[in-house]
């Protein structure tokens, strides 16, 4: 008669167990689609910011995001007053590189300045892009020699 106690108990027990991981989970089907959705979101952000200059789509417009359900502009245009920190991180490493610089700036020198490795064939052409978008938002701006340098 004990032994059917004892594994009477343990059923018991089990169900308890099982009964309140069902509650756990029963609220995790929407938090998980919910989180997959913001990490394609962050997904596609990275890839539109560390894509090559030849697969960037040319656009006269600013190119945005959809983050939380609003469109995000992802290089802003420069505006008085407005600091560096809404750029995204990637773009706040080159403003300061090309800030610490001092100058006009190569973008090979600001490859350098950023740890690139950039002796690889096709290694500068993103980095190149994205200086130009700085430029084209007011972040920078281009000399007719191709230097950057920031903007007056």
């Known amino acids: 008669m004990t032994e ?11 169900r308890a167990e099982l009964d309140e991981e069902e509650k756990l989970l029963a609220g995790r089907p929407d938090a998980v689609r919910a989180e997959r959705e913001e990490l394609a979101v962050a997904m596609r952000v990275w890839e539109r910011m560390h894509a090559p200059l030849d697969t960037e789509r040319p656009s006269t417009q600013a190119e945005t995001a959809q983050v939380g359900g609003c469109g995000a502009l992802l ?78």
Do not use: C
């Open 4 to 14: 059917i106690n004892e594994v009477a108990e343990r059923v018991a027990a089990r």
């Open 75 to 152: 290089v802003p245009h420069w505006k008085a007053g407005a600091g560096e920190a809404i750029l995204p991180p990637d773009y706040q490493r080159l403003m300061k590189t090309v800030r610490d610089a001092g100058g006009p700036v190569r973008v090979k020198d600001v490859g350098v300045g950023l740890d690139f490795e950039v002796e690889v064939k096709g290694r500068l052409e993103p980095l190149r892009g994205k200086l130009s978008k700085l430029a084209g938002r007011g972040w920078l701006r281009k000399r007719p020699d191709g230097r950057f340098q920031t903007a007056p």
